[in-house]
């Protein structure tokens, strides 16, 4: 192609056709910037698909990291929470009545204390820190997601791995001294039951206990409906590019 034009400029020049020359030229150069150009679009064209590609995976990864915290990943801490609160309100009832001491009670006793810490997965929304939310087109989505991550998720590691196991610690200190054959989430035999019976502060750990793990369930409900959210604008948005 380049020795076609070349041809047909030496042509031009040999025949003294300068004005036809001068038209040839311009257009070359025309051709010339227009294929520039195409190869400059081309390439802003392979750009955005490149970007439109790591911006799905991303809204994916996104999406399943979400979906396995709920259905996955918070399911253990329920089941626990539920038996400590269960177990405190039997132990709560029988201490406040006076009841006689069962071995059975060494279960409820045993799950009162169990806890978990909270340990969603944040490796995405890590990511996204470094790099930067605007890989994000839908602002809206974007904003979502940061305060789920920088709201929601902090109040229930406050609530999980601060106050919990405050209270946690409290319950181990309490226990070494009036419990054996201790097994969290098994069993934990009372020294003098009568005693503890009559013992204000055990009574009133339990029921602070009791309390904390219903305020911990509600919070986790919470969260879970601002997550199903945040899923369901994930959805919407990968439907729009996909």
Do not use: C
């Not at 132990?91 to 406040?96: C, D, G, H, P, S």
């Not at 340990?119 to 087109?137: A, C, E, H, Q, W």
């Not at 200190?173 to 039951?193: G, S, V």
């Not at 019976?197 to 029921?207: D, T």
Request: glycine share 2%; proline share 2%; no cysteine.
């Amino acid at each position: 192609m380049i020795k076609f034009f070349r041809r047909i400029r030496q042509q031009l020049l040999t025949e003294n056709k300068f004005s036809k020359y001068l038209l040839y030229a311009i257009g070359e150069i025309a051709l010339v910037m227009i294929g520039i150009l195409l190869a400059l679009q081309v390439n802003n064209w392979n750009d955005e698909r490149k970007e439109k590609r790591h911006e799905i995976d991303i809204l994916k990864q996104m999406k399943t990291d979400l979906e396995e915290d709920i259905q996955i990943g918070w399911k253990y801490p329920i089941y626990v929470r539920e038996m400590s609160i269960k177990s405190s309100e039997i132990i709560i009832n029988n201490l406040e009545n006076y009841k006689p001491y069962h071995d059975s009670l060494d279960v409820s006793f045993g799950w009162i204390p169990a806890t978990t810490i909270f340990m969603p997965r944040t490796s995405v929304y890590d990511n996204l820190k470094t790099v930067g939310f605007d890989v994000i087109d839908n602002n809206d989505l974007s904003n979502k997601y940061q305060q789920l991550f920088d709201f929601r998720y902090k109040l229930l590691e406050l609530q999980f791995n601060e106050i919990n196991i405050r209270i946690y610690n409290r319950f181990e200190d309490f226990y070494l001294d009036n419990f054996k054959e201790i097994e969290i989430q098994k069993n934990a035999t009372p020294l003098d039951y009568e005693a503890l019976s009559g013992n204000h502060k055990f009574l009133q750990m339990v029921k602070l206990n009791k309390k904390i793990k219903e305020q911990q369930l509600q919070l986790l409900a919470e969260t879970k409906e601002e997550i199903n959210y945040v899923i369901n604008l994930i959805a919407q948005e990968l439907n729009y590019k996909e």
